[in-house]
C-alpha cells in the first residue's frame, strides 16, 4: 500500500484527485503502476486502477493478469471494477472506501457479482486511515504532499 500511496500523493502535482494503483504478480514483482490522470491527460478514463492494468498488460504481453493483486488506495467505481474483472485480475487489496461510488462492496459489489465470469478476492479498509485522510485533505483544498 505504501507504493500506491506514494504514487497517489504524485496525482497532487497535476490536481488530480490523489488515488494511487500497483498491480503486483504471483511472484511479487511490480508489473504496473498508476495515479489518477484525469485532468491531466483530460480523459475521464485516465483512473489509476486503469493506468496501472494497462501497463501491467503491457508489461506482461497478456491481457489476462491471472495470479495478479491489484492495490489501490480507494475503492474502484464500477469502471474501473469492470476492468479488474475483465483483466481476470485475482485479488483487490485497496483502503478507502467509497460509499458513494464504490463497486467492491460499498454502493456496489461488481467484483464477486455471481453473474460474471470472474470474481475477484477481496479486502478492503487497508491504511484505510492514511488513505482516507489523504483524499479528505485534497478535497479540504489543503492539498498535502505527504499522506
Known amino acids: ?17 490523489p ?5 503486483i504478480d504471483a511472484d511479487g514483482r511490480t508489473i504496473g503502476l498508476g495515479r489518477n490522470r484525469k485532468e491531466a491527460e483530460h480523459d475521464p ?31 474502484p467505481c464500477v469502471m474501473c471494477a469492470g476492468a479488474i474483472v475483465a483483466a481476470r485480475v485475482e485479488r483487490l487489496v485497496f483502503g478507502a472506501w467509497d460509499d458513494k461510488a464504490g463497486a467492491a462492496g460499498s454502493a456496489f459489489d461488481l467484483v464477486r457479482d455471481r453473474r460474471l465470469n470472474h470474481r475477484v478476492e477481496v479486502f478492503g479498509g487497508v491504511e484505510e486511515e492514511k488513505c482516507s485522510r489523504l483524499l479528505t485533505r485534497f478535497f479540504r483544498g489543503e492539498r498535502p504532499l505527504e499522506p
Open 45 to 75: 478514463t485516465a483512473h489509476a486502477e486503469l493506468l496501472a492494468i494497462r501497463e501491467a498488460a503491457a508489461a506482461t504481453g497478456d491481457w489476462r493478469l491471472e495470479g495478479a493483486t491489484l492495490v489501490v488506495t480507494l475503492e
Open 19 to 23: 488515488v494511487g494503483a500497483v498491480v
Open 1 to 17: 500500500m505504501s507504493v500506491a500511496l506514494s504514487e497517489a500523493s504524485s496525482a497532487l502535482v497535476t490536481g488530480d484527485v
